[in-house]
């Protein structure tokens, strides 16, 4: 969990991302500045590994996350890849290195796609 003085620097008045949002493993930009609302919503993720290793509907190690970013449209993403459903889930990747999983989205709900603040860097 990011500390309080850490989230003040990711986290605008407004609840926005003040930084862009990269990949941890290739440096891609995922979201820009200002296009996500931060939000705390306790989801799994299975630990980060390259698409096909999670798309094959196992059941991998992951981590509980709770701090994530808030996207509401699929088309705000600078650059984002989708895994297989597993279940009613689709878990984000990187779509440049498909390092992955950094996000979360149930198909049950259209417009809210997760992505998990510890899985990704900022600039």
């Known amino acids: 969990m990011e500390s309080a003085e850490q989230l003040s620097e990711l986290v605008s008045a407004e609840g926005r991302n ?11 930009r995922v979201l820009q500045p200002g296009t996500a609302l931060f939000s705390r919503r306790q989801l799994f993720l ?34 984002v890849g989708f895994t ?5 889930i689709k878990f984000l990747v990187c779509a440049d290195c498909e390092i992955g999983p ?7 709900d ?9 899985r990704v860097s900022h600039e």
Do not use: T
């Open 84 to 88: 297989k459903d597993v279940g009613n």
């Open 110 to 118: 259209k417009n809210s796609f997760y992505v998990a603040l510890e």
């Open 46 to 79: 299975p630990s980060m590994r390259k698409k096909p290793a999670v798309s094959d509907g196992s059941n991998p190690d992951g981590d509980l996350l709770q701090e994530h970013w808030l996207v509401e449209d699929m088309f705000i993403f600078e650059n």
């Open 102 to 108: 950094i996000g979360w989205h149930c198909l049950d």
């Open 18 to 28: 003040r930084k862009a949002v990269l990949c941890q493993r290739c440096g891609s």
